[in-house]
């Protein structure tokens, strides 16, 4: 029980300085949550779906995607908990075909961490302490996504999409934030089959309004106070590009191979293995290999960083692998993924859980 109320404590300070850190209102890691991705199918390869995730978890890598919904409407839940089941990462979609060149879609996308104990009370202005003063709450990002794809001027070959996106982020009693943004993506495939496709995170830079208690974040201690109020109360998620190729292969009657790379670039300097003060770059490769158009296997692997060990000070890369498999039965497919925390080479594992109802898949 101590162990577990440790490990909450350093999520809920993580996210707690991630979000409050005063030192800039530009900030890398702000709602990084809507990085993660989902569906099973990308998180098991890498995020290696840039130009091939054509189905309602699109609006999560690249909302040009969503035409490949067509004739009816998919439905979509995906559940997965990190770091021993303190946080709870959740997604709903919806998507639904308006013609052969037009289709939209509706996600809402949830990470929090639940009973979190609140000590900010627990010693009173004098410096005695009162345990009976110790609270807990709930850390959550919330994000609504309406995304709307489109063939242009009846062009198969180009598909575009756009996703708005609507931001709320809530900290207990202490603060809440809204925020807004877009993302846009395109796919273009070729004569020779490959997809060519490239996703912009944050197109214009999405930005959050904090709210903050300062009644229930400070605590004032023998005339000191304790958790001043951050001074900037806005912050902007800054534009990622991710880009890839990628390209579906028959090797024979009932096999398939759909193999994807590609770049993730942010435009800051961070631990990248190519890192300037212009942008950052970092490969990323999956595959997926398919059976009878019923059973997938996938691997994949992202986010290779730079890292110097604490102790030997040797320089060293870290990367985040993800592996799964996928079962289809005629419009319901159940996805599985295991994939690493992403957290510059810590050995946490998550386990993903997705399902899909495509109602087209049940009138073949």
């Known amino acids: 029980m101590h162990n577990l109320l440790n490990k909450k404590t350093i999520v809920f300070a993580a996210l707690f300085f991630a979000a409050f850190s005063p030192a800039q209102i530009i900030r890398k890691y702000s709602n ?29 890598w690249n909302p040009a995607g969503l035409l490949g919904v067509q004739n009816e409407w998919q439905g979509a839940l995906m559940h997965a908990e990190y770091f021993e089941s303190i946080a709870k990462y959740d997604y709903a979609g919806y ?6 060149g037009n289709a939209f879609g509706i996600s809402v996308v949830r990470l929090g ?7 900010t009370q627990m010693i009173d ?18 994000a609504a996504l309406l995304t709307y794809a489109f063939h242009p001027n009846d062009n198969y070959r180009w598909a575009f999409g756009g996703t708005a996106k609507v931001v709320y982020r809530n900290i207990g009693k202490f603060a809440s ?38 009644k229930e974040l400070s605590a004032v201690v023998n005339g000191e106070e304790f ?24 090797l024979n009657r009932d096999f398939t191979l759909a193999p994807e790379a590609g770049l993730n670039i942010e435009f800051a300097k961070t631990a990248a293995l190519v890192s300037t003060d212009f ?32 102790e030997s000070q040797k320089r060293g890369v870290s990367f985040q692998p993800g592996a799964g498999i996928g079962i289809k039965y005629k ?34």
């Open 32 to 60: 990084e949550f809507l990085n993660v991705g989902a569906g099973g199918r990308g998180l098991a390869m890498g995020g290696a779906v840039i130009t091939s995730q054509d189905d309602v978890y699109s609006p999560m």
């Open 331 to 364: 419009g319901l497919t159940l996805d599985y993924a295991i994939s690493n925390s992403g957290l510059g080479g810590s050995n946490f594992y998550s386990n993903f859980f997705s399902l899909k109802l495509d109602m087209a898949g049940f009138k073949e």
């Open 125 to 142: 202005s004098e410096g005695n302490i009162d345990y009976d003063k110790i609270s807990s709450f709930s850390a959550a990002d919330y």
């Open 95 to 100: 998507a639904k075909a308006l013609d052969n």
């Open 279 to 310: 942008a950052s770059i970092t490969p990323y490769v999956g595959a997926e290999l398919g059976y009878d158009k019923m059973i997938f296997v996938r691997a994949g692997v992202n986010r290779f960083q730079s890292i110097t060990d604490i």
């Open 177 to 214: 934030g809204f925020g807004f943004g877009f993302d846009l993506g395109t796919i273009y495939t070729a004569d020779n089959g490959w997809r060519y496709g490239a996703m912009l995170r944050d197109a214009i830079t999405t930005v959050n309004f904090w709210t903050i208690n300062q």
């Open 227 to 250: 958790n001043p109020a951050p001074k900037d109360k806005m912050e902007l998620t800054m534009p990622k590009l991710n880009a890839g190729l990628g390209r579906t292969f028959e």
């Open 113 to 119: 961490v639940d009973n979190i104990l609140n000590t």
